[in-house]
């Protein structure tokens, strides 16, 4: 019986490792392009690159929907050719990923271009990242909150803060060292906490001064220093809104790069509903206030352009799908509908 058992495991391993294997071998490539100079400029010539403009990605509009194009390093080399730039250009990108057959993803920069040139050249136009995040795929989306991160984390990090003398990142864009001082630099992200605050039958939902009319969302802040998540939940709902929150659960994590690299962790948070009186911080919040269930439905399925009423006020609407805040809304309305 036991040797039956342990062919079963045998065969059952090998069958999880078939399973992941693409993924693992995709990752530990990836991995070897980071530590490998040379065999990241190799891949350099291989791969696809997605433009940006002082931080703005390059889309192209077929018909009604935006694409990222993703060019090759040989469109790449006309364009530059074209624009009389020197091809050293192409050792400014940055590695964000590859695809399952290892073909590498980089980001490159042509801020310092003249943009309308390459728009005219390539038959598109350099978006603002907040609004091509809501227009591009999913997997898009991804890489180019990504690739926008990374890039700005370089153009700030190039000058090393002990010495002042300039950093040089290495070809896959993984780091920057400083040569003087020995010093290695590494990307970094910002915790952030964001939270959905119910009291059980109600949702908590505020906005700030800066937001566009109408849009309400979960409250949300940076982790301090020495935190763990759960104490920042709870410091930020009674900063904000004035509640002290009795237990909260974990949600997801998403990666966002506003204002710069931020890893948003999203939690539900229970505050007593005898003590749901709200206290906003007006430093923080223009407005904080409670959402019943058919309002969060309705204000679901409305879109910012529709929420404008004849009067010129606003109708409350919410942040869009491919925002954590939606998941976070859209789960609250599961467990009331449960």
Same mark, same amino acid.
């Given at each position: 019986?036991?040797?039956?058992?342990?062919?079963?495991?045998?065969?059952?391993?090998?069958?999880?490792?078939?399973?992941?294997?693409?993924?693992? =071998?995709?990752?530990?490539? $990836?991995?070897?392009?980071? +530590?490998?100079?040379?065999?990241?400029?190799?891949?350099?010539?291989?791969?696809?690159?997605?433009?940006?403009?002082?931080?703005? %990605?390059?889309?192209?509009?077929?018909?009604?929907?935006?694409?990222?194009?993703?060019? #090759?390093?040989?469109?790449?080399?006309?364009?530059?050719?074209?624009?009389?730039?020197?091809?050293?250009?192409?050792?400014?990108?940055? *590695?964000? !990923?590859?695809? &399952?057959?290892?073909?590498?993803?980089?980001? $490159?920069?042509?801020? *310092?271009?003249?943009?309308?040139?390459?728009?005219?050249?390539?038959?598109?136009?350099?978006?603002?990242?907040?609004?091509?995040?809501?227009?591009?795929?999913?997997?898009?989306?991804?890489?180019?909150? #990504?690739?926008?991160?990374?890039? =700005?984390?370089h153009d700030s990090h190039q000058?090393?803060?002990?010495? !002042?003398?300039?950093?040089?990142?290495?070809?896959?864009?993984?780091?920057?060292?400083?040569?003087?001082? !020995?010093?290695?630099?590494?990307?970094?992200?910002?915790?952030?906490?964001?939270? $959905?605050?119910? &009291?059980?039958? =109600?949702?908590?939902?505020? =906005?700030?001064?800066?937001?566009?009319? !109408?849009?309400?969302?979960?409250?949300?802040?940076?982790?301090?220093?020495? +935190?763990?998540?759960?104490?920042?939940?709870?410091?930020?709902?009674?900063?904000?809104?004035?509640?002290?929150? +009795?237990?909260?659960?974990?949600?997801? #994590?998403?990666?966002? %790069?506003?204002?710069?690299? #931020?890893?948003?962790?999203?939690?539900?948070?229970?505050?007593?509903?005898?003590?749901? +009186?709200?206290?906003?911080?007006?430093?923080?919040?223009?407005?904080?206030?409670?959402?019943?269930?058919?309002?969060?439905?309705?204000?679901?399925?409305?879109? @910012?352009?529709?929420?404008?009423?004849? &009067?010129?006020?606003?109708? @409350?609407?919410?942040?869009?799908?491919?925002?954590?805040?939606?998941?976070?809304?859209?789960?609250?309305v599961q467990q009331q509908s449960?």
């Open positions: 019986m036991a040797v039956v058992y342990q062919a079963l495991h045998r065969r059952v391993s090998s069958l999880i490792c078939r399973f992941h294997s693409t993924y693992v =071998r995709k990752m530990r490539y $990836l991995n070897q392009l980071k +530590e490998d100079d040379s065999l990241c400029r190799q891949a350099q010539t291989s791969g696809t690159f997605y433009l940006f403009h002082n931080l703005s %990605p390059f889309l192209q509009k077929v018909g009604k929907k935006y694409l990222v194009p993703h060019l #090759s390093a040989a469109e790449m080399k006309r364009i530059l050719e074209k624009l009389q730039e020197a091809e050293q250009w192409i050792e400014k990108s940055v *590695l964000i !990923g590859c695809s &399952d057959e290892h073909r590498p993803h980089f980001a $490159l920069d042509l801020g *310092l271009l003249e943009k309308s040139v390459i728009e005219s050249e390539l038959q598109g136009s350099f978006t603002d990242l907040r609004k091509a995040l809501f227009v591009v795929d999913g997997k898009d989306s991804a890489l180019l909150a #990504s690739a926008q991160s990374l890039l =700005r984390w000058y090393c803060s002990k010495t !002042g003398q300039p950093t040089q990142k290495n070809p896959a864009g993984s780091k920057r060292v400083c040569h003087a001082s !020995g010093i290695t630099y590494y990307p970094q992200m910002s915790p952030v906490v964001i939270t $959905l605050v119910s &009291d059980g039958s =109600r949702c908590l939902l505020a =906005r700030q001064p800066s937001f566009p009319p !109408g849009m309400y969302t979960a409250l949300s802040g940076f982790c301090d220093m020495g +935190e763990n998540v759960e104490e920042a939940v709870r410091r930020e709902v009674a900063e904000e809104v004035g509640l002290e929150v +009795e237990s909260l659960q974990y949600s997801a #994590s998403q990666h966002w %790069p506003f204002p710069s690299s #931020s890893l948003m962790i999203a939690c539900h948070a229970l505050v007593g509903a005898q003590h749901a +009186e709200i206290s906003i911080d007006s430093l923080e919040l223009e407005e904080a206030r409670w959402f019943g269930l058919e309002e969060i439905l309705d204000g679901l399925k409305r879109e @910012p352009r529709s929420s404008k009423q004849d &009067d010129g006020s606003f109708l @409350p609407w919410f942040p869009p799908k491919q925002a954590i805040a939606h998941q976070l809304i859209h789960e609250w449960a």
